[in-house]
């Protein structure tokens, strides 16, 4: 079935309570040049937990500063990972990914490290927090594959990631382990050095550049009478909210869809409190007719 056929699933504006609220926010996007910010809670239909969607359980994520404390903090976190990632890497586009490609903006900025964007098609997207799919060495600075990665630390620790098969998955590939001696976490083939994933931790900072490339993004909206969409974020951390914030204080609309408060509903135009996947499926629509 086709993302945009009209028989494919998806619950009438006029059937919610704020179907006025729903529809004009629709009409708004409709015909507009698009920036596109997306936060986790696009990723759930695909499987993928996230850290504060409604009914979420408090989970605290490593910090860039725990992960640089030491070998034992490093092994907790790659022997939990090597786990999650199995499953990580199984997860599809869903709906809303492949609306997304459909609608393609003027830009995509992904908080999301999954990789699914690309995977549904989506060319023009800055994943502003990195990809889990690869792994940084902090000593030479080379990037690699976490496939490969995979692959070495299977060789190492035969059988660990079958033995705890039943572990609850957490948001970013973490499960919840608990007890993680013993196993071994390869160094840096090229230097020896310690291995990251190539994301943005906690206490790290995102790239100056890659954060550019998104203002200019946002910015350029005034002139071109364009919106700023966020889907599925709850816009707690700066990284995202700041886009909001920018695109706000130049009078540019802001429309937000997220299950549950965020920290920029002062700031929208239109606050929709739904599924990402729902609403981008229907403006999907609404920009193909």
Request: glycine residues 8%.
């Amino acid at each position: 079935m086709s993302l945009l056929d009209p028989a494919a699933p998806t619950a009438p504006a006029t059937a919610r309570p704020d179907a006025p609220r729903y529809a004009a926010a629709l009409a708004l996007l409709a015909d507009r040049p698009l920036v596109v910010l997306t936060g986790a809670g696009l990723s759930t239909d695909s499987g993928i937990p996230d850290y504060r969607g409604p009914g979420s359980p408090n989970r605290q994520p490593m910090t860039y500063q725990e992960f640089v404390s030491g070998p034992a903090a490093r092994q907790r976190y790659w022997a939990r990972s090597h786990v999650g990632w199995g499953r990580m890497k199984a997860a599809e586009p869903n709906n809303g990914h492949r609306a997304l490609a459909a609608i393609d903006p003027d830009l995509l900025i992904t908080q999301n490290v999954d990789g699914l964007h690309e995977r549904a098609g989506s060319a023009r997207v800055v994943a502003l927090h990195g990809r889990i799919a690869e792994v940084i060495c902090l000593n030479c600075r080379q990037v690699t594959s976490r496939t490969a990665l995979h692959q070495r630390m299977e060789a190492l620790n035969p059988g660990w990631a079958a033995a705890h098969a039943d572990v609850e998955v957490r948001p970013d590939g973490d499960v919840a382990l608990e007890e993680t001696v013993g196993f071994v976490v390869p160094s840096c083939l090229n230097c020896g050095g310690i291995l990251k994933p190539h994301v943005v931790f906690f206490g790290e900072n995102v790239p100056k550049e890659r954060v550019a490339v998104c203002m200019d993004a946002v910015d350029a909206l005034a002139s071109k009478d364009g919106a700023l969409l966020v889907a599925g974020s709850s816009l707690t951390v700066m990284s995202g909210y700041r886009f909001v914030r920018r695109a706000y204080k130049a009078s540019t609309p802001v429309v937000i869809v997220n299950r549950g408060a965020t920290r920029g509903d002062e700031q929208a135009t239109y606050k929709i409190d739904t599924g990402a996947s729902e609403f981008l499926t229907g403006l999907a629509r609404v920009r193909a007719s």
